[in-house]
Antibody, heavy 121, light 110 residues
Framework: EVQLVESGGGLAQPGGSLRLSCAAS????????MNWVRQAPGKGLEWVSYISSGGTTIYYADSVKGRFTISRDNAKNSLYLQMNSLRAEDTALYYC??????????????WGQGTMVTVSS | QSVLTQPPSASGTPGQRVTISCSGSNSNVGSNYVYWFQQLPGTAPKLLIY???QRPSGVPDRFSGSKSGTSASLAISGLRSEDEADYYC???????????FGGGTKLTVL
């Protein structure tokens, strides 16, 4: 079964750090581009970051640039999001999402269940 | 405030056809593909439409997408109660070098 499972969420203080992980299974992880998308409680979707299949191309939303770092380990079938200098506005459910359709880079066809990040003192 | 503008709500009765609009600009909708996602209550989003008007396998042909200039639309025909969900458009923005989502449209089936 094709699956993405996020972990690593929790409560962090403003200015603190968290590292999210996304474990992939059921497909050849190294062949796919990956993304993080977040959703604040009761709000809409916000794209956070993208990483190419080989990890050489990376994009970030302006709201997280300079604070968050996306990475992947293809040998471990895992995607990561290092979150530093956390702010209250980073509180959200964080999804990892696969871009699974060739020539449709933002066709997020597989999503995880999400991991909740709460930033509060 | 999202740069891709969607109506916050839409509604229809079973069997009806409803459309949801997504308005952007030359740097996003006007020059890049539009994607549509459906999010049922309490679940992760699901890809409905990619590359403006393509349906992934498994998505019923009741769902269709179109784009003209800097606006795009999602149409749902033969509305069903299970279509009640939030719908989001998305597109790459050349100026921001990032993906933009619309603010979302909550569809109610009356």
């Amino acid at each position: 079964e094709v699956q993405l499972v996020e972990s690593g969420g929790g409560l962090a203080q403003p200015g603190g750090s968290l590292r999210l992980s996304c474990a992939a299974s059921g497909f050849t992880f190294s062949s796919y581009e990956m993304n993080w998308v977040r959703q604040a409680p009761g709000k809409g979707l916000e794209w956070v970051s993208y990483i190419s299949s080989g990890g050489t191309t990376i994009y970030y939303a302006d709201s997280v640039k300079g604070r968050f770092t996306i990475s992947r380990d293809n040998a471990k079938n895992s995607l990561y999001l290092q979150m530093n200098s956390l702010r209250a506005e980073d509180t959200a459910l964080y999804y990892c999402a696969r871009a699974g359709i060739p020539a449709a880079r933002w066709a997020f066809d597989i999503w995880g269940q999400g991991t909740m990040v709460t930033v509060s003192s | 405030q999202s740069v891709l503008t969607q109506p916050p709500s839409a509604s229809g009765t079973p069997g009806q056809r409803v459309t949801i609009s997504c308005s952007g600009s030359n740097s996003n909708v006007g020059s890049n593909y539009v994607y549509w996602f459906q999010q049922l209550p309490g679940t992760a989003p699901k890809l409905l439409i990619y590359s403006n008007n393509q349906r992934p396998s498994g998505v019923p042909d009741r769902f269709s997408g179109s784009k003209s200039g800097t606006s795009a639309s999602l149409a749902i025909s033969g509305l069903r109660s299970e279509d009640e969900a939030d719908y989001y458009c998305a597109a790459w923005d050349d100026s921001l070098s990032g993906v933009l989502f619309g603010g979302g449209t909550k569809l109610t089936v009356l």
